[in-house]
């Protein structure tokens, strides 16, 4: 009877109204076919860079002095001559980049007269002044030139660089007998000497940048 009544119980408990049936969740959003795509946003265009003439300014230095008696010329990447002038002028040229060298032609501030080229390159802007340095270090040297121990009285020694940097031009200068010391670009020398109707031949003189120095050369 026990047994009986508890199918009863279980019976009446399965046989109890259904639960609703879930729905499947729609994770999409419902269209009707007429939706228009969102145009692509616009890329902006870089703007052009600018164009036009700039301005170049040029100075030159001796031994870290201005030098006014000096000649600046203005050359393009392939080496053109540009513009040409002073130092301290102000070049009108158009934007880009360029060469810059500068001659010294006065050898009472360097004896060898070089031609020196800027260090890189003078970067010019449009509407803007660019303004570069062209240095030339310099050595203050004497020469004394003594056979057998003694002072030689007259001479001249005709110098040149033995090794010109990059941008300097390999030029040949006189040196003679003076109280004063003489201003040279620094540098390994070498050089013809001539005196008492001797001409020899000197290697090895070192002008040190900087210096003030007196330079002895001794012949047999």
Do not use: K
Request: include cysteine.
């Amino acid at each position: 009877m026990r047994i009986m009544l508890a199918a009863a119980l279980l019976l009446g408990a399965c046989g109890g109204s259904d639960a609703p049936a879930e729905e499947p969740m729609n994770d999409g959003v419902a269209t009707t076919g007429d939706e228009v795509a969102e145009p692509e946003p616009e890329v902006e265009e870089p703007e052009p860079e600018p164009t036009g003439p700039g301005q170049l300014r040029v100075a030159v230095t001796v031994g870290g002095e201005a030098a006014e008696s000096a000649t600046v010329r203005v050359m393009d990447e392939s080496g053109e001559t540009v513009a040409e002038g002073a130092p301290g002028d102000t070049f009108s040229v158009d934007s880009g980049s360029y060469r810059v060298a500068a001659s010294i032609g006065d050898a009472t501030l360097l004896a060898d007269t070089p031609t020196r080229e800027l260090d890189g390159m003078a970067t010019v802007r449009p509407g803007d002044t660019a303004e570069v340095t062209v240095e030339f270090p310099v050595s203050r040297v004497m020469i004394e030139v003594r056979r057998r121990g003694r002072p030689v009285a007259r001479w001249q020694l005709t110098a040149r660089r033995e090794n010109p940097g990059p941008g300097e031009e390999e030029t040949e200068f006189q040196l003679e007998p003076s109280r004063e010391h003489v201003p040279v670009t620094p540098g390994r020398y070498a050089g013809t000497l001539r005196f008492g109707g001797q001409q020899i031949e000197v290697n090895g003189l070192i002008f040190q940048g900087g210096a003030r120095m007196t330079v002895p050369v001794n012949v047999d």
